[in-house]
């Protein structure tokens, strides 16, 4: 059983209870993909904003710049490998992942869901530091957003007017 803990920091988010059932889902995908074990774990996502996500950025890895997702794993754990009682924290900017929802023309809740797969993979030792880790980082991405019904993150959505 993985347990989820909600913290939103920013009120743009609203309700955390919104977003367990998103969060949840994306857990279980992720699981079911990497067929890890069912054992008690313990997640953090911390819903923010862009000005705190940018400390935080600024702070822990030397960009001062707001980002969509920062990952923090609790314990170093090479891909594949069973989590152990605690995964870590992710924590999500509001503002940047809605600007980048309507920039790639794409619905916020489905940008949302491939932060939170893309942050967990990252918890679960998988990076995109070389071109090989991204591929399968992306392609293990794909696919689990795939069967959460979430169209491929990586193609580029035209919007109506864009030739206009």
């Known amino acids: 059983m993985i347990t989820i803990?909600?913290?939103?920091?920013?009120?743009?988010?609203?309700d955390s209870e919104t977003y367990e059932t998103l969060a949840q889902s994306c857990v279980d995908a992720v699981?079911?993909?990497?067929?890890?074990?069912?054992k008690p774990t313990e997640l953090s996502l911390v819903l923010t904003d862009d000005a705190s996500i940018r400390t935080i950025n600024a702070e822990w890895r030397n960009k001062d710049k707001a980002t969509n997702v920062l990952s923090f794993p609790a314990f170093d754990i090479?891909?594949?490998?069973?989590?152990?009682?605690?995964?870590?924290?992710?924590?999500?900017?509001?503002?940047?992942?809605?600007?980048?929802?309507?920039?790639?023309?794409?619905?916020?809740?489905?940008h949302l869901h491939h932060m939170i797969v893309h942050g967990l993979l990252h918890l679960l030792g998988y990076d995109h530091e070389?071109?090989?880790?991204?591929e399968e980082m992306e392609g293990?991405?794909?696919?689990?957003?795939?069967?959460?019904?979430?169209?491929?993150?990586?193609?580029?959505?035209?919007t109506d007017n864009e030739n206009d």
Do not use: C
């Open 5 to 14: 803990d909600i913290l939103t920091e920013s009120p743009l988010w609203g």
């Open 140 to 158: 293990l991405e794909r696919e689990i957003l795939h069967a959460l019904a979430i169209p491929d993150p990586y193609t580029v959505h035209s």
């Open 78 to 110: 090479a891909p594949g490998d069973a989590p152990g009682p605690m995964l870590g924290d992710i924590i999500i900017a509001r503002e940047t992942v809605e600007r980048e929802a309507q920039e790639e023309n794409k619905s916020f809740d489905q």
């Open 31 to 38: 699981w079911a993909r990497l067929e890890l074990p069912k």
């Open 130 to 134: 070389d071109d090989e880790e991204a």
